[in-house]
Every structure is written in structure tokens, then in C-alpha cells.
């Protein structure tokens, strides 16, 4: 599965996963009794070292572990002993009490290697039905501070102890229960540059939540526009690069009613002429990577969900991913999905990184002395139909992953204009000569009648231009006309582009004229009432000849509907 968010080249490595077990060890001077993970080929050095952390020994070798209550057999440290030489498997109740005689020194491997956990019951499939040992809304594995922990009672519980394990479960109820692109149009155009270059691209959803009409208390989130950041692309990777646009096109998008949704990002492949090759959907891999899981989390955790319930005001995330791939019937493929909670949590403490080699699996943070982390683990139905529980060191990111339906409208509906002239370039594609200028702005404005002023200016990518212009600060003075787009008001359209000083200014800057003032005159600011497009050549060195005069366009909309195809397809 090729990648699609990747920052940078990672090695290849193989790392297997099995179940684990559970002994309990009872401390017979204080009846302390811990829970500690093993397994049957462990070494006796290591269990001990597990030992010594859960019970926090300051004289590792004050204590012995026996296999009964009355002392029978000892169990000796040993970096050549298993468990299994003493017979001991998971549910087996263990014994310590303070020894005289000495452990011995055997057990000290310092370079010992770590485990993996082997099964010979291979994991399930992952998305198979699973127990929920325990739930949590949030995995909060924020590591506690230890340098402050001076208290030595053995009868004291720190804080990791409460903390011996936790089960990750996939999720089921996502906090968006749908998404819905307003038009074609708006992906038509994004996926516009794969099929140009055949490149990668990603971009950002701006939209809005609205109040699902079938499902009681649902959420829809509808897609308006799509914004594309500065980025570097390539045929399988993509990376993103410093946006100084970033804060003026939240302003302008919370200007419009709408606000960032989510992020949308192609992984296409052509298998031949017109066929896009399946490489997500085939059940041979996930849905998404282990790194754009992580890289979905870390979006989710930058635009938390306000709750008023919650503590800390915010619970969860309404941020979506959507992955453009080909599906099994090799037609482009709109696949909508979120990370869990637990998932976005783990990211946001760091604790989870991609596993090289194996995009479908992550890997979750071994505790270390700095910065103790719980034990994670999956449970789900085995190949025998008997509920097991599996290490998360490797997690299938199945488990941490939640489709959300992904759809068009029967109707379709157009926030922004769509007419039949030729749009206005989208932002940061200098280098597929998609360049935004004052010629290209000009070239553009001259296709439309000065009656068709509003539907010219419906472009959010023509406004995200308009809004961040160095030469003349136009952003100033576009709140009335982002006004009369919202409310779509021609005569109140009409009027701004009389009585704008700056965009006056910008119409003399696109003439070429020279400005011997900071604002143009009285009369200038009344005068105009010709078409704009003709204002825009009486001084123009540009030939514009044959465009002024462009005819209105036929296109008509036709009114929003409830009713919604689920489909995602549209013709390679």
C-alpha cells in the first residue's frame, strides 16, 4: 500500500505479535498483590526484573518468588530458565516472601533482548467482534511525575499500579456520522491535479456541522471548499510546507460561516489507461497507514470538540480524513474515517509511532523509569472462536480506526458559484502553471458582466486571493462583500464595488496606472457604472479583446433536498 502522508524513508523491519497471560504474585509480609505479564518462554531473570517494578523492592534480592503458599519450590532468577521449567502459565496465584538464602547474580543480563510475545494461535482478522475489558472515553496516559514521590510506606499504591493494563477496543460510534460534499465540482477539481501530473496532493475541508435529518442527535459535516496548503509532492509521498496563509484563510472561512472540517489526500494509482489500481480495499491492508493514522490524530487533537459537560470544556474531535484511492471495482473512491480517542491520545503523549515496513501495524511506547506507560492490549475473537487478548506492540491500526460514510447529494448544493467560465486558479500550484496574479485576475474577471459581479466573486479560492494581497489591503475592506456572498445579495454587491475605495485601487493596479494618492477621489469612488470589465481595459496595456462580453451563464441550481445518494464514485 503505497503511503500517502510520508515524512521521510523508513527502514525495513519485521517484528511478530502473540498473546500474553496474567500471574498474580502475593507479597506474604503485607498481602500486597500485584498482576504481571508473562509469558511461558520468559526467562526467570527477566520475570524477576517485572518483580522488582511492580512491587518497587529497594533489595532485589530480599525477595523470592515460590510456587506455592507453603514455600515448596523457589523460583531462581536465571538468565537460562524459563517459565515454563517450573510449569507456570497465566492465572497461576505466585507467592513471595523474604529469603536469606542468596538469589545469585545470573539474572543481571544487562544486554538481555526483549521479548516478543509469540502465540501459537495467530491474532484475528482485524474489524472481527472483540470484548471491551474496559472502556474509556479518553486513554489518558500522561506520565506521572515520579521525582516528587517520597513516600517509602509498602502499604502506599503509586499511581502506575492503577494502571497495570488497559485494553484498546475499536470504536464504534464516531463523533461525525456523516460527510457530505456539497457538489462534484469541489473534488473534481482537487483530484484535477493527479490526473494532470500524477502526483499526490492533500488539502483542508472547510465546511460546516449541521444537524443530521435521519439519525436522532447525528452530524453531518458538509464540505464547501477545499483549501490546499503550500506542499512538495511526489508520486507516493507528500510534504507539507509553511503556510503564512494559514490564519487569513481561517478568518475568511469564519467570515463565510464555515470552518476547517477535516483534510482530504489522494493515493492514487493507474493501473492502465482509465483503470485506477485498488490498493487499499482489497483486504491485503488497512484503510489508512499507521502514519496517516497518526497524522489524522494529531489533526483531531488540534481541533477538539467543545463539550459543555466535559471538565475541560472539549471532548473528542469532529475533524474527519478522507483518503481518495481506487476501490475494487478500479473507480476513484471517497473513504471518510476517523482515529478513536484513545488513538488520538496516544499521539498527543507521543506513544505512538508507525512500525517500519508494515504500514498496517503501529507500535505503542515500552515503559521506561522516566516515563511509565500501562500495559496496552487488544482483545478480540481468535480463528477458535475464543475471545483471547493480544499485546498492542504491534497494533493493527484497525483497531483504532472508524469508518464514516462518505456521500453526495441528490441535489446539489453550491456555497460558491459554479458557472461555465473558466475558474480562477487554485492556491499553490505555481508548479503545475497554475499561477494566481493580477493578469490571471484580470483574465478572469473580464469573462463575466458587472451584473455578474456576485457569481464571479463566489470563488473561496478567489477570495483567499483577494484576502491575503500584499500590494493593496483589500482584506479591509471585504467584509460587506463577504456579506452579500453569504447572503448571496447582488444589489448589495453591486453597490460595494461602487463605493470600495480599495477595490478601485486594485482595478487602476491592474490597468497599470500609477496612484499619486492613497485613496482615489470622490468622484473616481461614484463614477463607475459601466461593466467592470470594461473599467478594467480603459487604460490596459493586456489585450482583452472578445472577453468583455462573455453571456450570462445558463447554469441553473436546483434546490437543497434531504434526500442523499450514498456513493462516493465518480468516472475515472
Same mark, same amino acid.
Given at each position: 500500500?503505497? =503511503?500517502?502522508? %510520508? ?29 504481571? @505479564? ?52 497465566? !492465572? ?26 509469540? +502465540?501459537?494461535k495467530s491474532p484475528p482478522t482485524p474489524g472481527s467482534n ?12 500522561? &506520565?506521572? +511525575? ?8 509498602r502499604n502506599f499504591v503509586p499511581f502506575n499500579d492503577y ?42 475541508? #472547510? ?20 483549501? @490546499? ?9 507528500? /510534504? ?54 497518526? $497524522? &489524522? ?16 470544556? #472539549?471532548? !473528542? ?19 471518510? $474515517? $476517523? ?15 508507525? %512500525? ?8 505503542? =511506547? ?11 492490549? #487488544? ?12 499485546? =498492542? ?30 475558474? #480562477?486558479?487554485? /492556491? ?23 451584473? /455578474? ?13 483577494? =484576502? ?40 487602476d493596479l491592474i490597468n497599470g496606472g500609477r496612484l499619486e494618492?492613497?485613496?482615489?477621489? &470622490?468622484?473616481?469612488?461614484? &463614477? ?45
Amino acid at each position: 500500500m503505497a =503511503a500517502a502522508v %510520508l515524512l521521510g524513508t523508513l527502514a525495513k523491519s519485521l517484528i511478530s505479535s502473540g498473546g500474553f497471560q496474567m500471574v498474580r504474585i502475593q507479597k506474604q509480609d503485607d498481602g500486597t498483590t500485584r498482576r504481571i @505479564e508473562i509469558q511461558e518462554q520468559m526467562s526467570t531473570g527477566k520475570f524477576y526484573k517485572k518483580v522488582i517494578h511492580a512491587f518497587h523492592l529497594h533489595n532485589p534480592k530480599e525477595y523470592g518468588v515460590y510456587r506455592g503458599r507453603n514455600k515448596t519450590i523457589l523460583i531462581k532468577p536465571s538468565g537460562g530458565k524459563t517459565l515454563s521449567t517450573y510449569k507456570i502459565k497465566g !492465572g497461576d496465584m505466585l507467592f513471595m516472601f523474604p529469603v536469606d538464602e542468596d538469589l545469585g547474580d545470573d539474572w543481571e543480563v544487562e544486554n538481555e533482548d526483549e521479548e516478543t510475545p509469540t +502465540d501459537p494461535k495467530s491474532p484475528p482478522t482485524p474489524g472481527s467482534n472483540h470484548k471491551v475489558v474496559i472502556e474509556e472515553e479518553e486513554l489518558g496516559v500522561e &506520565a506521572p +511525575d515520579l521525582s516528587q514521590d517520597t513516600v517509602t510506606e509498602r502499604n502506599f499504591v503509586p499511581f502506575n499500579d492503577y494502571l497495570q493494563y488497559l485494553c484498546l477496543h475499536q470504536p464504534n460510534n464516531p463523533h461525525v456520522d456523516n460527510v457530505m460534499f456539497e457538489n462534484q465540482f469541489i473534488v473534481e477539481r482537487f483530484v484535477r491535479t493527479w490526473r494532470k501530473t500524477g502526483f499526490q496532493r492533500m488539502g483542508y475541508l #472547510f465546511g460546516s456541522y449541521r444537524q443530521h435529518e435521519t439519525i436522532p442527535n447525528g452530524v453531518r459535516a458538509v464540505v464547501s471548499a477545499i483549501y @490546499e496548503p503550500p506542499q512538495r509532492n511526489t508520486e507516493q509521498n507528500i /510534504e507539507l510546507l509553511d503556510d503564512t496563509k494559514e490564519n487569513q484563510v481561517l478568518l475568511l472561512a469564519s467570515q463565510l460561516g464555515m470552518q476547517k472540517i477535516g483534510w482530504i489526500f489522494t493515493d492514487l494509482m493507474s493501473e492502465r489507461e482509465n483503470v485506477i489500481k485498488c490498493t487499499r480495499d482489497k483486504g491485503e491492508g488497512s484503510k489508512l497507514s499507521a502514519e496517516e493514522c497518526i $497524522m &489524522a490524530g494529531e489533526l483531531q487533537n488540534r481541533k477538539p470538540r467543545q463539550c459543555e459537560k466535559s471538565k475541560s470544556g #472539549f471532548f !473528542g474531535s469532529q475533524f474527519v480524513t478522507i483518503c481518495v484511492t481506487g476501490d475494487t471495482t478500479n473507480q476513484i473512491h471517497f473513504e471518510a $474515517m $476517523m482515529v478513536s480517542d484513545q488513538c488520538a491520545a496516544l499521539v498527543k503523549e507521543g506513544l505512538i509511532s508507525a %512500525l517500519p515496513g508494515s504500514p498496517e501495524l503501529a507500535w505503542v =511506547a515500552e515503559s521506561t523509569d522516566e516515563k511509565p506507560v500501562p500495559g496496552l492490549y #487488544f482483545e478480540a475473537v481468535g480463528q477458535d472462536g475464543i475471545h483471547r487478548k493480544y499485546n =498492542a506492540r504491534p497494533l493493527p491500526v484497525d483497531y483504532i480506526l472508524v469508518s464514516v460514510p462518505a456521500e453526495f447529494p441528490l441535489s446539489q448544493e453550491y456555497t460558491f458559484k459554479v458557472h461555465d467560465k473558466k475558474p #480562477f486558479p487554485i /492556491e499553490h500550484r505555481e508548479d503545475m502553471s497554475e499561477v494566481q496574479d493580477l493578469e490571471t485576475l484580470n483574465k478572469y474577471l473580464c469573462q463575466f458582466t458587472q451584473e /455578474e459581479f456576485l457569481t464571479a466573486v463566489s470563488d473561496f479560492h478567489l477570495l483567499v486571493y483577494l =484576502a491575503s494581497l500584499d500590494v493593496i489591503p483589500l482584506w479591509s475592506n471585504m467584509g460587506v462583500l463577504l456579506e452579500c456572498i453569504k447572503q448571496q445579495d447582488h444589489e448589495g454587491a453591486a453597490n460595494w464595488i461602487k463605493t470600495s475605495p480599495h477595490w478601485q485601487k486594485l482595478l487602476d493596479l491592474i490597468n497599470g496606472g500609477r496612484l499619486e494618492s492613497e485613496y482615489v477621489s &470622490a468622484e473616481a469612488v461614484k &463614477a463607475p457604472t459601466v461593466e467592470f470589465a470594461e473599467l478594467a481595459i480603459q487604460t490596459s496595456n493586456i489585450n482583452l479583446n472578445g472577453n468583455s462580453n462573455s453571456e450570462k451563464s445558463k447554469r441553473k441550481e436546483e434546490p437543497s433536498q434531504n434526500g442523499h445518494q450514498i456513493s462516493t464514485d465518480i468516472a475515472c
